[in-house]
């Protein structure tokens, strides 16, 4: 119901509307005073359900904004911004190399396909699979300004400050391979 509330607020004003039909319809039929009252109060909800979902930031939306920030700061090419973000140790020094190999020209996040928690994970966790378009150069080697969709896969966990501005979401693991097919040379994880 908190997801409903928080995420949704046309459905739960369309729900909310229906029943204040209802409830007045039946005043009409019965003129039962009840029944007008507990219509209008239900009217009256709509707008506050708008205003709860506004104000009421999830996890799923701070991982979202997360997500948007670390591709801004890959594009800035402010990597240790992106390294702050990163919680387990073996994965800050996996994105730390792999980063100081590249030049990015543009890192934009294309279709974020699933955001799943994890249920019962302790610390809590969740799952992100995505794509994105970067446009890449190594900075020694042959590949210069290639543009590229790739499929990324992301492990979040809430461990860091909750006073954060990401409510202490930090990435944990992550995996990137091309986004139809198998991993290729440039791929880097397991998923």
Same mark, same amino acid.
């Given at each position: ?18 029943? $204040? ?66 919680? $387990? ?103």
């Amino acid at each position: 119901m908190t997801q409903l509330l928080a995420e949704q607020p046309l459905v739960v004003s369309i729900m909310l509307g229906v029943l $204040a039909a209802a409830l007045i319809y039946s005043w009409l039929q019965t003129g039962k005073k009840a029944l007008v009252i507990a219509g209008l109060i239900c009217a009256a909800l709509i707008p506050v359900a708008w205003v709860i979902a506004g104000n009421w930031v999830t996890d799923e939306e701070r991982i979202e904004t997360l997500i948007y920030d670390v591709a801004k700061a890959v594009e800035e090419e402010r990597y240790d911004d992106v390294v702050e973000l990163i919680g $387990a140790d073996q994965t800050k020094s996996q994105a730390g190399n792999e980063l100081q190999r590249y030049e990015f020209e543009v890192a934009k996040v294309g279709n974020i396909r699933s955001i799943k928690m994890v249920q019962g994970s302790v610390p809590p966790q969740a799952n992100v699979d995505m794509t994105v378009k970067v446009t890449v150069s190594e900075k020694r080697g042959s590949i210069k300004n290639v543009s590229i969709p790739r499929r990324l896969m992301l492990t979040f966990e809430k461990s860091g400050d909750p006073n954060a501005a990401h409510g202490g979401w930090l990435v944990s693991e992550y995996a990137h391979m091309p986004v139809i097919g198998k991993p290729d040379a440039y791929s880097t994880g397991t998923f």
